[in-house]
């Protein structure tokens, strides 16, 4: 904290949130709110599992036809279990049944679309604009999908569905984490992630009760048409608006913000970063040394990250037991990864936390081959000694995968300067996508061996480990607001950034209205 010939109390951004609280009643309301949007996006993501079973079929109960209960796809005409499922309202089964792990891919191929591109959106027009077109376009696509009358209708729909939910995640996690001060930013990354797996918990009874695919759909998406009427409320981010050199916006955010939480925000004045930023761009990821390395660790973690998380979320059908308890266990065990993971993050760091919870889901993959289960105890109905070791094995390594999602939103909003975090942050996102994408397809070769995909789960996440001890330590740092803070900072050492914001004070710094009280 510096002060002006005014005798102003020139400060940063990180220091002017800690003055209005930088863990009060707002930051409170606005986790509650944004954290509910994440809810929604969870519901409409694990939805998938139950809405695109694997069909089954039977003979036509009339005998119009010639039928092999043992072959009946070879029949000119078959008859749906389950009548109210996808796969029979759009007949994939048989030679069509492809087309169900075809959706998950093109839903991701939107996840993967909408964590770029609103990233972009994000850090060139602010958090807010991009909130409000996810929200629109989330509650369009949803509803579309509940209604399409048509299969490849239905996957357009999923599509942009993918699009709205990664950036959603996206930005509502970015715009939750930047109004919080340096001490609490930790804990409310990691709490954050917690909705995720609420979301997750809360479909599966959901989807135990409504049998009908439409509905489900409809169900998922109906809880964002109420909270959408409170978007207005949300204010832009002050660190967004400072960058843009709109000081007086950046007050009003803060002034507001001590208002909730019956701070004083008097004779301030707010310190400009110390170069010239501009406008986010691919190229700027790769204009210094130091944000390269980080772009490309971060984006090999991230895809690791949502590789192994989605194949083990899809691998849930194929363990002991019932498929809507599996679900609600595999996602319950989220919630103390979130926990435990944020405790880690204070207390040993965020680069020993990374390195820890993705090596624990790779050990805990490679040890699936200890237990091959066999051949008469491969259907999911079969119990056997073999299969509950899996069973327990896959809700470890879910619990660590987890933790690893946790730590990476975390250390990556810390890693990249504010003028690119949330373009850094999308392409990072879109290399999970990536992995999420790849990961039905790697399952698909358990047909050959079951050790096939828990191999590949388990050596690329060993490999994301020993990549995550090439990164810096962030904890208890401070943000950084440039591409040239952070260079200058890791080359020379923090020392030299604190040196640099002394020579601020001679500074021309813009005179804000005072906050009234």
Known sequence: MQTTDDNKQAISIDEAIEQVGGHGRFQVLLFL??????????????????????????????????????????????????????????????????????????????????????GLVSDRSGRKKSFYICVAMNILSGFGSS???VFWMYAFCRFFTGVAAGGLSLVTYVLCTEMFGLVARNWAGSLFNTSWAVGAMLICPMAYLITSWRWLSFAATAPAVFLCFFSPLIPESPRWLLLQHDEQGAAAVLCR??????KEWTNVV?????????????????????VRKVTFIMAFIWFTTGFVYYGLTM?????SGNIYVNGVIAAAVEVPASIIAGVLLDSIGRKKTMFGSVTLAGICCLSFILF????????????????????????VGKFGISASFVVIYAYAAELFPTVVRNLGMGISSQAARVGGIIAPLVVLLSQYSPSIPLLCFGVISLMAGALSLMLPETLGKPLYETLEEQQAAQALGYVALVAEETALTDMKRPDLTPCAA
């Not at 707010?270 to 790769?286: G, Y």
């Not at 091959?372 to 896959?394: F, G, I, N, Q, W």
């Open 372 to 395: 091959d289960v066999p051949a008469d105890c491969v259907h999911p109905s079969a119990t056997c000694v073999e299969k509950t070791a899996v069973r327990y094995l896959a809700m």
């Open 315 to 319: 691998n849930i059908s194929n363990l």
């Open 257 to 262: 913000v001590a208002n909730i939480n019956k």
């Open 33 to 118: 709110f944004t954290g509910a949007f994440w809810i929604v996006t969870a519901m409409q993501t694990m939805a998938m599992p139950f809405m695109h079973t694997t069909p089954e079929l039977s003979c036509p109960v009339d005998g119009s036809t010639d039928c092999d209960p043992n072959n009946i796809c070879a029949a000119a005409k078959h008859e749906f279990v389950h009548p109210d499922t996808l796969a029979a309202d759009f007949d994939l089964a048989c030679g069509r049944q492809w087309l169900l792990g075809l959706i998950g891919s093109v839903f991701f191929a939107g996840f993967m679309v909408g964590a770029g591109l609103i």
């Open 270 to 290: 707010l310190i400009q970063p110390a170069m010239d930023t501009h406008k986010a761009s691919l190229f700027e990821l790769f204009r210094y040394s130091t």
């Open 147 to 149: 209604v399409a009358p």
